[in-house]
């Protein structure tokens, strides 16, 4: 982001315009090594202006006199700030300028980065402070190098999910300490996309990880070459062995209308379009609409959208008894059906993605079949 280096020449000429009266609320949000900005937009606003300092900020106007006081121009309504370090303080406000005046001054934040995991002193483990779950850093096979600060080695490869919840046992009697293989959910949660390249999971936590898939207690893995949950699929994989309780992975909103998965972070409509959710019961009520693929990029409004079939098939639950395969807490009275989901099929024109939540089958289907469809926010 370009900073403005003429600001302080127009200031004194803005800063002498009425006083701002317009509402400009500031949001953080700390992540590993980074702060987001958020802000609602003021309507007539051409620029916000952001002061970053090192010290609280209580008079905008005198941005550069703090220590590290600097100015940024933004147009949008957020702003991502990297390479940042864990557990220093940062100070930011916002001010919201038309060519002529200044609209609104937001309050002062003071925030820091925080590092999503703790690793133990022996540099064995690591807790993850979003789940509390205890991870081993290495693979099993590997050994933590603690000169080179890295797992060094080859993996264990396990045929089965068996193999890898036999070799648990053992290595908890012998260490004393109650290991268990994890469920694909909890494998989920340090599955990190942002990495941009293989393999897909936070590097200073888990240092040389094997680009490849890591089994799932409950026969749903995780490849994080692939940056992908492989639904019941029984190929050997390698293994990482976790402790804790399984966290709670769905968080349903207090009108009981959405569902926040904590896996992927996604906001999702408990009810299928057309049914309704009924308070009372706490059930989802009524038939649901059903739909050809080419009426689904007309569908959600509001940031609701037809999901992608990456995120459509993270609500699939191959560990359920009986269909519909789907958790029945967190989606209700779900229809044992086809879901359409946004993907085309890529090679045959005529076919989409989809997944069947009766038998839990992933593929291509015919655009003109009728599906239900269930919509997602956020991503």
């Given amino acids: 982001m370009k900073t403005r280096t003429h600001f302080l020449f127009t200031l004194p000429l803005i800063w002498a315009c009425a006083a701002p009266a317009a509402d400009l609320t500031l949001k953080a949000t700390p992540a590993d090594n980074q702060i987001t900005l958020t802000w609602a937009d003021v309507p007539g606003t051409t ?81 993850d402070l979003k789940t509390g779950l205890i991870w081993r850093r290495c693979a099993e096979g590997m050994t933590y190098d603690s000169e080179k600060k890295t797992c060094l080695g080859e993996h264990t490869v396990f045929e089965t999910t068996e193999a890898a919840r036999q070799y648990a046992f053992d290595e908890s009697a012998r260490t004393l300490t109650v290991w268990r293989v994890p469920t694909g959910y909890e494998l989920q949660t340090i599955l990190y996309g942002k990495m941009g390249a293989a393999p897909y999971i936070n590097p200073r936590a888990f240092p040389g990880t094997p680009a490849t898939r890591f089994l799932g207690a409950t026969e749903d893995d995780v490849d994080f070459k692939a940056n992908a949950r492989l639904l019941l699929d029984r190929s050997p994989g390698a293994l990482r062995l976790v402790r804790g309780d399984t966290p709670a992975r769905f968080v349903v909103s207090t009108d009981g209308q959405t569902v926040e998965d ?118």
């Fill in 47 to 127: 620029t916000y202006s952001l002061c970053s300092a090192q010290q609280p900020i209580t008079d905008i106007s005198q941005c550069t006199a703090y220590p590290g006081g600097r100015w940024q121009n933004l147009t949008g309504l957020s702003h991502t700030i990297p390479d940042l370090v864990n557990t220093r303080w940062y100070y930011f406000r916002l001010m919201a300028q038309s060519p002529s005046k200044i609209l609104a001054i937001s309050n002062p934040v003071k925030t820091t980065p925080k590092a999503p995991f703790v690793v133990s002193r022996d540099d064995q483990e690591v807790k």
């Fill in 262 to 379: 904590r896996a992927t972070g996604l906001n999702w409509q408990r009810c299928a379009v057309g049914q309704r959710y009924d308070r009372g019961q706490k059930t989802c009520r009524g038939s649901h609409e059903t739909y050809t693929f080419y009426q689904v990029p007309g569908l959600g409004t509001g940031g609701w959208r037809v999901p992608t079939i990456g995120e459509l098939k993270t609500i699939l639950d191959p560990a359920q008894p009986v269909a519909p395969y789907i958790n029945p807490q967190a989606f209700p009275a779900t229809p044992s059906t086809v879901f359409w989901s946004s993907s085309p099929y890529v090679g045959y024109s005529g076919y989409a993605w989809s997944v069947d939540f009766y038998d839990g089958y992933v593929g291509g289907g015919f655009r003109g079949i009728s599906g239900a469809v269930r919509l997602v926010r956020g991503g």
